[in-house]
């Protein structure tokens, strides 16, 4: 995007974060930190240029390669999910990293994100736009989201961005105890599922019904 296409969105993208957030509230996002975090976060300069006037839009947006950004309600549900009544996410795993937002947004709430991303030219434009925000507490890398990334682990809060049949042991493994994850489970129909790793164990509670691109094995 060019410097002046960038300046001229700038100019109203305050407004139109003002006017998400709202949206977020009726939509019935009650965490203030919340709202906040999806606030300070710039989506335009997520998406590609041609589609820089939807980007406040509370709808999922094309990337390239068969993904999509996010819609804003779904992010905020989800990270809202994770908070609810923590002070912050701690240490944050986050598995198909995409354009690099809704790591943009947990970084926000959380001391580190790690995020990882199968496809490498999307976490090549995840790393870029990390740089455009001087976001320096999101690391990134090219990794398989089955397998997390036990490297870092555990982990305080972990998130996922496609969907899988179930939940991938691997991730379990590395939830901290006293932590929570958010995905969606499901084929055809999806559901949110939150984790929670509790003393008796894990505590897993299906939620809202979702629709997200499928969590694929491998890297490319």
Same mark, same amino acid.
């Given at each position: 995007m060019t410097a002046f296409g960038l300046q001229g969105i700038g100019m109203t993208s305050q407004r139109t974060r003002a006017r998400m !957030?709202? +949206?977020? =509230?009726?939509?019935?996002? =009650?965490?203030e930190a919340v709202l906040k975090a999806m606030a300070a !976060?710039? +989506?335009h300069v997520f998406v590609e240029e041609a589609l820089a006037s939807r980007a406040y839009e509370d709808t999922a947006l094309p990337l390239g390669m068969g993904q999509t950004i996010s819609q804003p309600y779904i992010v905020a549900r989800m990270i809202e999910l994770l908070l609810n009544g923590r002070p912050g996410l701690g240490k944050t795993l986050e598995v198909g990293a995409g354009c690099g937002y809704q790591a943009a947004v947990l970084a926000q709430l959380s001391k580190d994100v790690y995020a990882v991303e199968r496809i490498a030219p999307l976490l090549e434009k995840a790393k870029a736009n990390m740089r455009t925000l001087q976001q320096f507490n999101v690391r990134l890398k090219l990794a398989d989201g089955h397998f997390g990334l036990p490297e870092a682990a555990p982990f305080d809060s972990i998130i996922v961005a496609a969907a899988g049949a179930a939940i991938p042991p691997e991730l379990l493994r590395q939830l901290a105890p006293g932590g929570r994850m958010v995905l969606p489970v499901g084929g055809h129909e999806q559901y949110l599922c939150l984790v929670e790793h509790t003393a008796n164990g894990f505590i897993e509670t299906r939620l809202d019904p979702v629709r997200f691109v499928p969590l694929l094995p491998g890297t490319q």
């Open positions: !957030v709202e +949206r977020l =509230r009726e939509k019935g996002i =009650r965490s !976060v710039p +989506r």
